[in-house]
């Protein structure tokens, strides 16, 4: 099947700074497989979800109807929102309610996506379909020389188990028996493109998948955004290490193969054949762009780009480098004898929080991955802030994997230290592994930031 794009949402209303959507949670039949109607919970009717694309300092406001028979939360990840609009998963949309969530898109540009975060239900309705991009640009965005429109291509990619009847099965944590990859809802679709550049918005929507992405015709990528926005500078990438929830934007060069070709975009840690090759690239006839193509000096070749002398109007964005007020430490660890996930021995309690931070405070969390003797994978994602991280068993982290991030990944018995400054907004957040069927059990906790006395 050819590669479905998910059809960009039109606001419903705009003001001068504002625009305003209307979504629909509800489920809905959709063609997965060729000519088989599966069941599957949307947005709008689309598996996934439409795309929004949202412009920093506009604000974007979406009443989202809740036409399901379960509650529903919305999160926007990655995203740096008021807590009234973050989807905390305590604080749902009844079925037959609908609510209204504010956006103030007050950060760089980056690809951001939105998702269900309902307690306990997340990992379930996530995974039968409530999931979708935000492509948040802003004038620095704008101007750089990528490849743009029809060239500009979210891929979302999520694991999958579908029965003989083509419906989707969810069975908690089975993480080895979900045989199919789905890109942007259709397994193995082919993309017929042009011999130009393309900007790949790589979304890992997945409960449970881990991808190590390489192209098979050996071509490198050129990294240029991680889960917060652009790098301090493009990397040069053999491969693309993206976890459940990480995102990568790469731009991928086809100038130089000839038509006729076919490429593969492959996952090489894939646990099985049938799951190897995601999406293959056709690539068809001449280049249609009219605007001079962007050369990149040393992608091709041996040393990396420098971003100021490769690609005029980089952004220069370091991270904050503050003071550290508080240091803590949060151990992840599967319980075998309740089959429950847990942090620093507990699961999520509503009615706990597990870290007060004053507004304004820079913190450094130690994260460990508990799981050396399971061999189990986690990540840790906070709501609300990008965040940097600092290193890893004890080195430095890449700079493509270390800034802006959310969410970091962590092997088993890893050692990961991140930087957090908590300056925007005040309230309770979640923060918990994105293996999502972990944080459904119960692998999440809530900080708090609190106005200064
Ligand atoms: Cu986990």
Redesign the pocket.
């Known amino acids: 099947m050819p590669l479905s794009l998910p059809p960009v949402l039109k606001p419903t209303r705009r003001t001068g700074d504002t625009d305003f959507y209307d979504m629909r949670i509800a489920e809905s039949e959709h063609e997965i497989l060729p000519g088989i109607r599966t069941r599957a919970l949307t947005f709008n009717g689309g598996f996934p979800g439409p795309t929004l694309r949202a412009h920093r300092g506009r604000a974007v406001v979406i009443r989202q109807v809740n036409d399901m028979a379960s509650p529903a939360t919305v999160h926007l990840h990655g995203a740096n929102v008021p807590a009234s609009s973050d989807g905390h998963p305590m604080d749902p949309i009844a079925p037959g309610q609908s609510r209204v969530y504010r956006y103030p898109n007050d950060q760089p540009a980056a690809t951001l996506w939105y998702h269900d975060h309902t307690h306990h239900l997340e990992g379930e309705q996530v995974y039968r379909g409530l999931s979708g991009a935000y492509l948040l640009s802003d004038p620095v965005d704008a101007l750089l020389p990528f490849p743009s429109g029809e060239f500009d291509v979210p891929l979302l990619l999520r694991d999958a188990k579908l029965n003989g009847d083509g419906q989707l099965v969810f069975v908690n944590d089975d993480f080895m028996n979900r045989p199919t990859i789905l890109v942007n809802g259709r397994p193995q679709p082919y993309f017929e493109v042009k011999r130009r550049l393309y900007r790949l918005r790589l979304i890992n929507v997945s409960n449970l998948e881990v991808f190590k992405f390489q192209l098979s015709n050996g071509a490198r990528f050129l990294q240029i955004a991680s889960d917060g926005g652009f790098l301090r500078v493009p990397a040069v990438r053999q491969e693309i290490d993206l976890w459940p929830a990480e995102r990568a934007e790469v731009l991928v060069d086809f100038r130089s193969v000839p038509a006729g070709t076919a490429i593969a975009l492959q996952n090489v840690v894939a646990l099985s054949e049938n799951k190897r090759d995601i999406l293959q690239f056709r690539i068809g006839g001449g280049a249609s762009s009219s605007k001079p193509e962007l050369a990149i000096p040393g992608w091709t070749g041996v040393r990396p780009p420098s971003a100021q002398a490769g690609i005029p109007g980089w952004p220069t964005r370091n991270p904050p480098r503050e003071r550290v007020a508080r240091r803590r430490r949060f151990v ?1 660890r599967f319980d075998p004898a309740t089959g429950e ?1 847990l942090i620093n021995d507990q699961g999520f309690d509503p009615n706990r929080v597990d870290a007060r931070i004053d507004h304004g405070a820079t913190e450094i969390w130690e994260i460990v991955n508990g799981d050396a003797a399971f061999g ?4 840790m994602h906070l709501h609300l802030v990008q965040f940097r991280v600092l290193d890893r068993n004890g080195k430095p982290e890449p700079g493509h994997d270390a800034y802006p991030k959310d969410t970091v990944r ?1 092997n088993p018995g890893d050692v990961v230290r991140i930087e957090a400054t908590l300056d925007t907004h005040t309230g309770r957040y979640p923060f918990h ?3 999502l069927d ?2 459904t059990h119960s ?1 999440m906790g809530q900080f708090e930031v609190v106005p200064r006395g």
């Open positions: 992840l996930f189990i994978t986690h990540t962590l592994c994105h293996f972990h944080a692998m």
